[in-house]
């Protein structure tokens, strides 16, 4: 069973990378990462900025370029979400304090993606998703879903945060927060960008994303050299222009 796409454009904010030609230069070993540092929103208006995380911001950072002028349906998977907001709300329960109902629903799992489509006001549908133990999987085949139902484009959006120190024993933590951002097409005639195809193998082998965290990047690394192969689930692998 294979499933074809075309990225025909993709963003991503990593610890402070944000630019292709810094992607490139993270990739070769020239670059690094910094692992404090905000993602830059300056172009956002200051109100809408401070209702952003660490997380939308990165996701703001990604998403929000490549949804200039496109009224398109916009995925976004995370495993965990809005993890530290979350946490935040229930130590909040826990010392029986007032929630606010601004911070619960800047928290939920499809807070990120609505602030998204609000800004860029896109009235497709803008969509969340739990990424589950393959995240990448989960999001291909939606947004596979999502195409072949007659969608022309779809934004495809993974993010992730580091978690707060009480999950650690139960999974493992993101490195850092991180965002990937990819512009899906079904491949047609005269189609621009990255050739991809999402192929069933039983050879491939991978651990869930609650033991390896930074699943999203060996999909930089391989779009970065726009080649490769890249495991996504047991059984799954994404080829990046493998002909």
């Known amino acids: 069973m294979s499933i074809e796409f075309v990225i025909s454009d993709w963003r991503a904010w990593y610890a402070g990378v944000s630019e292709p030609a810094d992607w490139h230069r993270w990739h070769s070993g020239e670059l690094e990462l910094q692992e404090d540092t905000l993602a830059d929103v300056s172009f956002l208006p200051a109100m809408l900025r401070r209702r952003l995380s660490p997380l939308s911001k990165a996701v703001f950072n990604s998403a929000y370029p490549l949804l200039q002028q496109r009224d398109i349906p916009l995925l976004c998977c995370s495993v965990h979400g809005e993890a530290k907001r979350t946490y935040s709300l229930l130590q909040g329960v826990a010392a029986e304090e007032d929630l606010s109902p601004t911070a619960f629903g800047l928290s939920v799992h499809n807070a990120i993606a609505g602030q998204l489509s609000i800004a860029n006001k896109v009235r497709s549908p803008a969509l969340a998703l739990a990424g589950g133990d393959y995240p ?74 609650f033991e390896e965290a930074d699943y999203q990047l060996p999909l930089l690394s391989a779009l970065i050299k726009n080649s490769g192969k890249v495991p996504v689930a047991k059984g799954w692998e994404l080829l990046i222009n493998a002909n």
Request: charged fraction near 15%.
């Open 136 to 209: 990448l999987l989960a999001g291909l085949m939606e947004a596979n879903g999502i195409l072949r139902e007659g969608a022309k484009e779809i934004l495809l959006i993974f993010c992730e945060e580091p978690l707060p120190e009480m999950y650690h024993p139960s999974t493992q933590s993101p490195s850092g927060v991180c965002a990937t951002a990819l512009l899906l097409t079904l491949p047609v005639e005269g189609s621009k960008g990255s050739g991809v195809t999402l192929v069933n193998s039983s050879s491939v082998r991978l651990k869930t994303a």
